[in-house]
């Protein structure tokens, strides 16, 4: 062990808080910048010199959002759509990842191979076929429509997989010699065990699912069925005349989640660090 | 009367209320482009129509102008589109519309009583995207020609003592805004005399500068676009002086974007987006002047067209409602309420309602100056406009035009790349756009 | 084995048959409705001419005609280029940025650690096209507040940032990277924290300084995570579109075409000027091109591994 003295120690303690204190606030500061310019008047936020804190709390942006945009139900639906597919895919990546793991059947492979394939497609390219279907089906404007493309998701599938393989076969032979089916094996021993990444997985699944943009806007008409990122499309294209009220809509959408975060944040990143296991 | 008679009778009237009642309600739906000018005044004819005809309700959803845009043709091939729809003729530039919409004529109209309502030169051009074999599949009724005008900020005018009734000539736009321009102490521009920064409408000017000019840029049966004329090259080189000469900062931002925050003086664009900044700026004081043709010669491209048109899917009672509501759309009455509810209204295709105008029968509709003023504009540009369309049968888009010129003009204006080589990318570019439509 | 033992593999493997077959429906079914069937669509129409005009859209065969309009066309050809530099800078200093994080952090512990976690993971979760608004506005030109506190720190002159066409692109990177900086820190941290204590003091009886023991010991071990997060970020960047979308002006791509990416040249060519052939052949393109980044990934890796 090297000899240093305390204050070195202390020193370079500092110094790492520093840096990493620098670089956080670099992280954090747009939300603040965000929150603070949503109480600003226009003039305000473009003026120069710049203003860094409003001189009083103007609630007129937040007025604008919600004459202009019907942000609540946006919301509601936002939250729907995103909860309806988070459940879907955490069920159709575990009982997959189940299979592609733990049972052994010609074409395991190859079949996952292609489930993963579908993770190379852009969005743009499924848009126009899958919405000539959607709309001979009359699911369009609907919320079953808005999640169709979303119902299985291939980086769910390849983690679960990953991480199910980790599962000693040990326990599993167990209980196929005690006569379990495999639905009960799933629910009674992988279930539990896969919870954290469960959970990690679902929380990302959420925040995609929420933050999408082009196949809501594709698929839905009409006004009670907007989600928020197509509601906020409004304010990139008057962009330029509401700078406070592209903020007040933006800092509407964010802080919630960032008051989520806030308190379930040892959840989250214990189960974000799962994610990264061994292949 | 016997009582086989009144028996017979009765179940007749009983048969005819059956058939008839239920009939009678009639529900549309319609996409309507979401912006609070037209919400007012196609609510407000939403509203005359169904107090006119009570038997029919209307029922819309918002949508805003590019997604709207985007919607349609998507949901014709989908048999997903609405009874009514609400839309510009750009988004149709190049389509078989007979293939999309509802036929208007002879049963919603018929041409004679189309052709009182709409100017005989602005039919060729409506005719050339709305219409095929002779029929129309549309009803237009107002064009927005986004380069004939120039949007004033009263304020700096001003102060820079500038008569803006007084510019007939592009020079005169040169020197008017040349007088508007503030400088910082360093010799920067401070505010913009002009501001060209709005590329969906430069790339449609520039077209027309390069006619009123004396050039042909466009080769109809082959398909080829040529600038490389000197009408090309003069048209270039005359928008190119404003940054030149220090009027314009080609840096500034967004046209509108700057107008509203004080960092330009005036801007080329017309009056739908003035009415736009005076609804989110009350407090500007704004006026237009017509931008003057080059050597008097009045060639206009056509610009987009303000339109509706309807589902061809539509049968029985629905499709009555509709030709009804079709019909309704080309009196003067559709115009009237448009222009009390969002003044800022362009060049008018409706005959009767400007010549109602000029007659004066809409003395004292309009008691806010402002309002008073546009409608006023607007009755001008028309009369200045309408004679000197001259449509050119390109198959590319404006959203094309746009993507192709846009880059090329900002060579020439912020990195001072030659017109030879503007003129050149965009020739080619405009041309490849064009014989890919007609692969 | 006896009987019963026999008859319990026989239906275990039953059971396991219907599992798998029902899965195996359900997952091919869907698959094809999302991947395949809108894959051959594509390639059909890269091939056929769509006419709206035409009973059914479908006009006529035209061979390689629009492959050839896509190749030669110059803004295709840079947003390509510009695809690339995306690729390669996300990816690239993204990583190296996060693994620096992620070394420093680990030195930090209680709850320091976890608060500079939370403020480093925070714009991971939030709406990309929330803080693709916010960045707009703190990117405003000459007179922004990012532009503001560069000229008062650095003296540097005032950039128009989003409208010059040499930094347009960077700019728009760094808001991506903003946002996923915190997700493949904390995958890496964890990933460092797994490697056993023991190596590091074994080196350190043999001299190592910590900077030595990050190369040797710590980059090593963290393959399978730097391998797995360079491929989602690749498979990402090859479909990136909403912060160009958002944060450039109409039409999009610009400032001539500087900003210009695959994703968004397909979105304007299939959905603006409605020239879904075109569209599809970019697909194609996007989809080949991430297919073999992604089969170079996994034999470069598997061949490093041996």
Known sequence: MMKHKPAFHYFKRTLLHGVLGVGAIGFVFPFVWMILSSFMTNQEITSSPITLVPRSLFFGNFQLVFHEIPIMRSWLNSLLTAGLVVFFVLFSSSITGFMFAKMRFKGNNTLFTLVLSSLLFPAHVILIPLYLLASRLKLLDSYVGIILPFLISGFGVFLLRQFIYGIPDSLIDAARMDGASNIRIYMQIILPLIRPILSALGILIFVWTYDELLWPLTVINSNEMKTIPVVLGHFTRAHGQYPGASMAAAALVVVPVIIVYLFFQRNFTKGMSMTGTKY | ?439 | MDESAVINTKSRSRNTNWFVLIASVFLTGYYVLISAWPFLYNLFISFWKVNLASPGIYERFVGTAYYEQVFTDPVFIRSFLNTLIYLAVFVVVGLVISLVLAGLIQRTHGVVKKVFIAMYFAPVITSQAATALVWKLIYYPKVGILATFLTSAFGAQPQTFLQDPRIALFCIILLDMWKSIGLETVILLAGIEEIPDSLFEASVMDGARPFQQFLRITLPLLRPQIFFLVVIKSIYVFKVFIPVYMMTNYPQGGPMHSTQVLALNLYQQSFQNLRFSYGAVVSLVIFMLMLCFVIMQIRYYRSEAH
């Open chain 2, 1 to 439: 009367m016997s009582r086989n008679r009144i028996a017979v009778i009765a179940m007749v009237l009983l048969f005819a209320i059956c058939i008839v009642l239920p009939a009678q309600k009639v529900s549309l739906n319609m996409w309507m482009q979401d912006w609070p000018g037209g919400i007012a005044f196609v609510g407000a004819f939403n509203k005359y129509f169904t107090d006119k005809y009570p038997n029919v309700s209307i029922e819309w959803t918002l949508i805003g102008w590019s997604d709207l845009g985007q919607k349609i043709i998507p949901a014709v091939i989908a048999k997903e589109e609405p009874d009514i729809i609400f839309g510009y003729s750009e988004w149709f530039i190049g389509q078989d519309v007979s293939k999309l919409f509802l036929k208007m004529t002879p049963d919603a109209f018929t041409k004679a009583e189309l052709s009182k309502y709409i100017y005989r030169e602005a039919w060729d051009k409506v005719y050339s995207i709305m219409g095929k074999d002779g029929e129309i599949y549309g009803v237009p009724w107002r064009m927005g020609p986004d380069f004939d005008m120039v949007t004033v900020n009263l304020e700096m005018a001003a102060k820079a003592g500038v008569d803006i009734t007084k510019v007939k000539s592009w020079d005169d736009i040169l020197a008017v805004s040349k007088k508007m321009t503030q400088y910082n102490a360093d010799g920067s521009i401070k505010v913009s005399g002009i501001s060209l920064d709005n590329y969906w409408t430069l790339c449609q000017g520039y077209i027309t500068m390069v006619r009123q000019l004396g050039g042909n840029p466009f080769d109809a049966a082959a398909g080829t676009w040529n600038f490389n004329s000197p009408a090309g090259l003069k048209a270039i080189e005359m928008l190119d002086r404003f940054v030149e000469q220090k009027i314009w900062d080609p840096n500034s931002g967004s046209a509108l974007d700057a107008f509203t925050k004080g960092l330009c003086a005036s801007f080329f664009i017309g009056p739908w987006f003035s009415t736009y900044a005076l609804g989110t700026y009350p407090n500007m004081k704004i006026d237009l002047y017509q931008v003057p043709a080059i050597n008097k010669n009045s060639i206009n491209l056509i610009p987009s067209i303000q339109m509706m048109a309807f589902s061809k899917r539509v049968t029985g009672a629905k499709r009555k409602a509709v030709l009804e509501y079709a019909k309704e759309l080309i009196g003067p009455t559709f115009m009237e309420l448009y222009a009390k509810n969002d003044p800022g209204i362009g060049v008018i295709l409706n005959k009767e309602f400007v010549e109602n105008y000029k007659a004066g029968k809409y003395e004292g509709m309009w008691p806010n100056k402002t309002a008073a003023t546009l409608v006023k504009r607007s009755a001008d540009e028309t009369a200045q406009f309408i004679p000197g369309i001259k449509p050119i049968p390109h198959d590319t888009t404006f959203d094309q035009w746009a993507q192709i010129m846009t880059p090329e003009f900002q060579k020439v204006f912020i990195q001072n790349g030659s017109y030879e080589a503007f003129v050149k990318a965009i020739s080619d570019g405009l041309t490849r756009a064009e014989k890919e439509k007609r692969l």
